[in-house]
Every structure is written in structure tokens, then in C-alpha cells.
Nanobody
Framework: QVQLVESGGGLVQAGGSLRLSCAASGRTFNSYTMGWFRQAPGKEREFVAS????????NYADSVKSRFAISRDNAKNTLYLQMNNLKPEDTAVYYC??????????????????WGQGTQVTVSS
């Protein structure tokens, strides 16, 4: 069974940068599309970005496009999210997730079957 562990969150000023990592255990990481989601207090969990197993296809929410970059290193079983020009509205718990086998959708939470525990990102103004 794959387990996902996020790291790299923290407190940063607006305009700053953070790089989140998601370490995966297990052998099947390389075969799956992976995604990042986030959840702010009182709000639903929302899609941030996704990347195909071979890194050929990436997708982003409009709110983070041109500021965030998703990447992966299959040799290290690790997923990344580089976040630049952070804004206070980016404050949330960030989760990595593995997309469910056979799912054709990438932006909904029910398309993902394994989730990490989350890492807090706080952006001060």
C-alpha cells in the first residue's frame, strides 16, 4: 500500500516562495498521475495541480497558474510543488494525492484514492 508524506510547509511573507515535497512509499508511484490539493479553513478541498506519470502533462488551477510548478522525480518516488509569489489567499493545508486508477478526471477529490496527511502553508500580508 502506498503511503504519502508531505513536507516543506511553513510561514512565509507575501511574495515569497516555498517548495513542498511529497515522499511516496511503495512501488507503484511511477505509474500514477499525482496531484496537489489544498484546503483553507471553512472551505472545501480544492484542486491545485496535477502531473502525469511521465511528467508529460501538467494541469493547474487558474488561481495558481504561472506562480506554481508541479514536478516529480520517479527515481526518488517524490512529488514536488514549487510555489512562487505567494499570496495570503494561498494559505491552506496542502495535500498530495494519487489519482485513482481508471479515473479520467483530475480536478475532483473523489478521483484520488490515496492522500497524505497534509502540510500547513501560511502566507502573511
Amino acid at each position: 500500500q502506498v503511503q504519502l508524506v508531505e513536507s516543506g510547509g511553513g510561514l512565509v511573507q507575501a511574495g515569497g516562495s516555498l517548495r513542498l515535497s511529497c515522499a511516496a512509499s511503495g512501488r507503484t508511484f511511477n505509474s500514477y498521475t499525482m496531484g496537489w490539493f489544498r484546503q483553507a479553513p471553512g472551505k472545501e478541498r480544492e484542486f491545485v495541480a496535477s502531473i502525469s506519470w511521465g511528467s508529460t502533462t501538467t494541469n493547474y488551477a487558474d488561481s495558481v497558474k504561472s506562480r506554481f510548478a508541479i514536478s516529480r522525480d520517479n527515481a526518488k518516488n517524490t512529488l514536488y510543488l514549487q510555489m512562487n509569489n505567494l499570496k495570503p489567499e494561498d494559505t491552506a493545508v496542502y495535500y498530495c494525492a494519487r489519482r485513482r486508477s481508471g479515473s479520467l478526471v483530475i480536478t475532483t477529490t473523489d478521483s484520488y484514492d490515496i492522500w497524505g496527511q497534509g502540510t500547513q502553508v501560511t502566507v502573511s500580508s
